[in-house]
């Protein structure tokens, strides 16, 4: 089949973007553009109402403007009688209508999806051309090649070859700007006055976007379908153009990048996004692209709007940590998601979908998340992720959860975050030690203890935090399997100088916490 027959060209849900590899070189004449709002996608996990409401809308918006510029757009909406709940029933529907004899996509973001479009070409009969996804800076190859022969892969030394690559924060003489790599040690304010001071309310906060009737009749479509899933529908105010987006990206320039670094790993729970972007789920759904991000925020470093520490800070949460979890992903899987290196096996608590738990810190993290499909990266990683790790819970249901619950959320990128960094559930494949921390962290970097009815500052008996004794109960039970791990050799040192009577009262108050549980 050759290059002139006409083309059937699939943009996915997360691939809102004008010059996505299967819209390159399209034949405005003869080619037709594939969208489709179908079941499959909206149910393979429940996905908060807000992250589906939230896709459907930036979809029909860049519908609408791929339409403006010319492009034939067959865009099935859920609601649509014929649709048959699947990309692949939607994408041989269009066949059959169009006439079409060939189909092009870009590569998607969840190896589930990808098996079942590599298997298109034979279950439909007509050659498919699956193209990389270029937007993102790391090709798969690229970071195959990278990872080949290695021991061990930091994110650390792969994000100097980024910064290398791009050259971001790159001074004239190849070094890096500041002479630094790194800068992640004045990156680690607790909330304090200077934070709350950021405005006159505290932080600035994000910009909100009223919805169109566009956005207002998806709106009526999810709560109709999706009501019953996780998570508040409204109020919704995210942005559904690219407009919007750059709007939302020059807000976070403007009025939060320079504290971005300080207090990025802060939590208070007055306040949702402290000096976060917020932008994730406009990067990852094609709304905004990664490079031009990062340039925006190298230039108010250049322009003195913002210091170094913050504009590093930034921009290697997306040249490096980004683009590695997404090689990361595509180097491991599919084993990958099946690993259980610490034997976790315990059900997901109730009270990640309920909030419903005197713990102040989880309860004001599963608030947040059901009120924006949002929370912070430290809120992820050291609340819901460490309690999770602490607690034994399943990797499996805990990435499920993950994969709900977020508007930014896809299995390229939660995976390795939820499953590796959070988890260690991979052994080690992308954390040198596991992310284990006892209520102290929390303590310290967040004001949520001071309202808790239990007390940080007890190890164990009456009253005590529960991150205190499932620290130390985890470090217990995974004595073993960790001994090896020189990162983690300082508090297994005072494990082991730990009296019998206080590592069983320890014991005793995990097993009744987690007896509890179920
Ligand atoms: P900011 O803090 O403002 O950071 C700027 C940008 O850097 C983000 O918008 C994002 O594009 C990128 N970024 C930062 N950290 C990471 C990271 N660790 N991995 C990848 N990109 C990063 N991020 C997702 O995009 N989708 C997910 O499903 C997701 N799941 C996560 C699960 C766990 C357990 C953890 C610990 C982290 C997860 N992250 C995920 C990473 C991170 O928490 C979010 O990217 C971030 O909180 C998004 O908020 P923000 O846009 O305000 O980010
Ligand atoms: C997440 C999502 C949802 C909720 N719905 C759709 C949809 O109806 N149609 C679509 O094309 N994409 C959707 N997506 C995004 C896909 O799930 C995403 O493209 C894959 O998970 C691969 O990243
Ligand atoms: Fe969380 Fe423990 Fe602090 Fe309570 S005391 S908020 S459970 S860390």
């Known amino acids: ?32 553009v594939l969208m489709a709002e179908v079941m499959a996608e909206a149910t393979y996990v429940p996905h908060h109402p807000k992250k589906i409401a939230f896709l459907f809308a930036a979809m029909r918006h860049f519908a609408a403007e791929l339409e403006a510029d010319g492009v034939v757009v067959r865009y ?49 009969g007509i050659p498919v051309e699956i193209r990389e996804d270029d937007r993102f800076l790391c090709a798969r190859a690229w970071f195959r090649d990278w990872a080949e022969g290695r021991k061990v892969l930091r994110m650390e030394h792969f994000y100097r070859e980024m910064r290398r690559a791009t ?8 070094k890096p700007e500041g002479g630094q790599w790194n800068f992640d040690h004045d990156n680690r304010k607790p909330p304090d006055a200077e934070m709350a001071a950021g405005g006159l309310f505290g932080p600035p906060t994000v910009p909100r976007f009223d919805p ?9 479509l999810v709560e109709d379908r999706f009501g019953h899933h996780f998570g508040d529908l409204l109020p919704f105010d995210y942005a559904v153009t690219r407009a919007d987006a750059e709007a939302a ?6 009025d939060r990048l320079a504290r971005f670094g300080d207090y990025q790993d802060a939590m208070a729970p007055e306040w949702d996004h402290l000096y976060h972007s917020v932008l994730s789920l406009y990067i990852n759904a094609g709304l905004l692209d990664p490079l031009a991000v990062c340039r925006a925020a190298e230039r108010a470093y250049l322009e003195g709007q913002a210091p170094l520490n913050a504009v590093e800070g930034f921009i290697r949460q997306i040249i490096g940590w980004r683009e590695y979890v997404r090689g990361i992903y595509w180097l491991k899987m599919p084993d990958y998601a099946e690993t259980n290196f610490l034997g976790a096996e315990r059900d997901l ?24 499909a949002y929370a912070h990266h430290i809120q992820r990683l050291m609340v819901t992720g460490t309690f999770a790790l602490l607690a034994g819970i399943d990797p499996r249901q805990v990435n499920e959860w993950y994969l709900s619950v977020y508007a930014d959320a896809y299995e390229w990128v939660e995976l390795p975050n939820t499953h590796g960094m959070a988890l260690y559930a991979d052994g080690g494949v992308m954390a040198s030690k596991p992310y284990a921390a006892s209520g102290k962290y929390i ?12 007390d940080v500052s007890k190890r164990e008996g009456a009253g005590a935090c529960p991150f205190n004794y499932l620290y130390w109960d985890f470090l217990m039970r995974n004595e073993e399997r960790l001994s090896g791990n020189p990162r983690i050799g300082m508090p297994l040192k005072t494990l082991s100088r730990m009296k019998p009577e206080t590592r069983q009262a320890i014991r005793r108050d995990a097993a009744r ?3 509890a549980l179920t």
Request: hydrophobic share 40%.
């Open 212 to 220: 169109d009737t566009t956005t207002q009749a998806v709106l009526g």
């Open 443 to 454: 303590d310290r970097m967040s004001t949520y203890c001071g309202a808790c009815a239990y």
């Open 513 to 515: 916490f987690l007896e």
């Open 1 to 32: 089949m050759s290059c002139d027959e006409p083309a059937l060209r699939l943009v996915l849900g997360d691939q809102l973007t004008p010059g996505v590899a299967a819209l390159r070189d399209i034949d405005r004449e003869r080619d037709i």
């Open 249 to 254: 990206l020059d807000a976070f320039i403007v």
């Open 167 to 174: 050259g971001l924060l790159m001074a004239a003489d190849g």
């Open 76 to 124: 099935v909406r859920l609601d649509d009688p014929d649709n048959s709940g699947t990309l692949d029933g939607e994408v041989e529907r269009a066949l059959a209508a169009s006439g079409a004899r060939r189909l092009v996509a870009t590569q998607c973001g969840e190896y589930r999806l990808d098996r079942e479009m590599r298997g298109w070409p034979e279950r439909l």
């Open 349 to 372: 608590p109730a009270f990640y979908w309920t909030g419903e738990t005197e713990m102040a810190c989880i309860a004001h993290v599963v608030d947040e998340t059901r009120r924006l």
